[in-house]
């Protein structure tokens, strides 16, 4: 059994792993480089089995649908088979539809071939068991900042390794992970692991029930709110309409959003009451839920009985960095009773920082804006929890992080065995 970390062991996103037992082939994750990254690209030799050659005993299995996870699909050979969540996969086809109308012709295009790949994948549940040759491969599902999210665990000549995917153990799902793990991620040999947050041991991170707390304080004390928010944080989301809910607020948001929050319902509502919304509007003005839609490109409004409804009940509304709300944040910010914040990472806005996004920056320059936000990652702690509980016989690969050596410093006894990128590790 083979191990190949072919990008990933200095670098956050863009990770691509591939396990291999007797000609048999797992891949896990082929996404875009993070902002900063991109000239590794041109370094990256084909890879075969995934990139080029016979695809005949290859599969690829996405953790989730972030970009730097799953963007550079349509780069695969077409007859491989790929597999992911079967709700972040309706969610991620929602997203790159939408992508494929921007402006600039060239994303346009690459987004369009993202969506004819999109129509090839297989979607899977948690547990459930998928062979390739002589490779089993079990996903469990995990709580990360994307929705429908999953580690796997891989097995094969009698091993076993555990790829933990991105996850964190401050989110809504964190009481299930060590129990998930002590049931399921049993005599591991091996865990590849996320190490995002490595450079961060001090950090204290706010857990999303802490945060959603303080956005419904600010609700009940802010009568319109716009939160701009990743599209697919769909936790997040749920959770300012609820909070909307309960600071007595109504909760806004446009036709493209509403198709992912619907898609979220119909799949986990029966699951858990935290993914309902009466989207008919048939309850009081407390979390009555609105869709906006436009027409013929024009920018959002509330026009006819809706403006002066929400006027009265005051709202939360989810924003994107689109001109088309500027016309509702430039009315309502002339209102001292309005509030703008940001919930997303800082360095998308911080102009040191190699993701730094011009257009996101000036679309917010005009306004003064608040930042809540807490991040999709493990902290120190978590993956300290984490391996000790798993306590894998062989040791633990590092992987989606700048500081590998940094694992040795925190998480002896355990074995860590740093790797470089392309260098097969016998296991």
Not at 80 to 106: V, W
Not at 283 to 299: M, N, V, Y
Not at 368 to 396: Q, R, W, Y
């Amino acid at each position: 059994m083979k191990i190949i970390i072919h990008r990933g062991t200095h670098q956050i996103g863009g990770c691509i792993t591939e396990i291999e037992s007797n000609g048999y082939k797992v891949f896990i994750d082929f996404g875009e480089q993070l902002p900063g990254n991109e000239s590794a690209d041109t370094d990256l030799p084909a890879i075969e089995g995934l990139t080029s050659g016979d695809v005949s005993k290859s599969a690829l299995f996405i953790t989730h649908y972030h970009g730097d996870h799953i963007g550079k699909i349509s780069e695969t050979v077409k007859d491989l088979p790929i597999y992911a969540g079967k709700t972040a996969l309706e969610i991620y086809k929602c997203l790159e539809t939408r992508l494929s109308y921007i402006p600039d012709e060239n994303e346009a295009v690459k987004h369009k071939k993202i969506i004819e790949r999109i129509k090839t994948i297989n979607g899977f549940e948690a547990l459930q068991q998928i062979k390739i040759g002589e490779i089993t491969v079990t996903p469990l599902f995990t709580d990360h900042s994307a929705f429908d999210a999953y580690m796997f665990i891989v097995e094969a000549e009698g091993k076993r390794i555990l790829h933990t995917g991105d996850f964190r153990g401050h989110g809504f799902r964190k009481k299930g992970l060590i129990p998930m793990l002590k049931k399921y991620a049993k005599d591991i040999d091996y865990i590849i692991s996320e190490g995002s947050n490595i450079l961060r041991p001090n950090a204290t991170i706010q857990t999303e029930q802490e945060l959603q707390k303080e956005f419904e304080k600010k609700f009940k004390n802010n009568k319109y709110n716009f939160v701009f928010v990743s599209s697919t944080n769909i936790d997040r989301i749920f959770a300012l309409y609820h909070a909307s809910k309960r600071a007595g607020r109504c909760f806004v948001c446009d036709d493209y959003q509403t198709d992912i929050l619907k898609t979220v319902s119909k799949n986990h509502k029966k699951r858990s009451v935290f993914y309902n919304i009466n989207y008919e509007q048939k309850i009081p003005h407390a979390g009555r839920f609105f869709e906006l839609k436009r027409h013929g490109g024009q920018p959002f409004s509330f026009v006819g009985n809706l403006k002066p409804y929400l006027d009265n009940h005051g709202f939360c509304m989810i924003i994107r960095s689109n001109p088309a709300f500027r016309v509702l944040l430039d009315e309502y910010t002339k209102n001292a009773d309005t509030k703008i914040y940001y919930s997303m990472w800082k360095g998308y806005i911080d102009n040191k920082s190699p993701a730094f996004n011009d257009n996101t920056a000036k679309f917010f320059e005009p306004y003064e804006i608040e930042f809540m936000h807490t991040s999709g990652h493990a902290d120190i702690e978590t993956l300290k929890n984490v391996f000790n509980t798993v306590n894998p016989k062989c040791g633990i690969i590092p992987i989606h992080t700048e500081a590998p050596e940094k694992f040795n410093e925190l998480f002896l006894p355990h074995k860590i065995i740093p790797i470089k990128d392309g260098n097969p590790l016998e296991v």
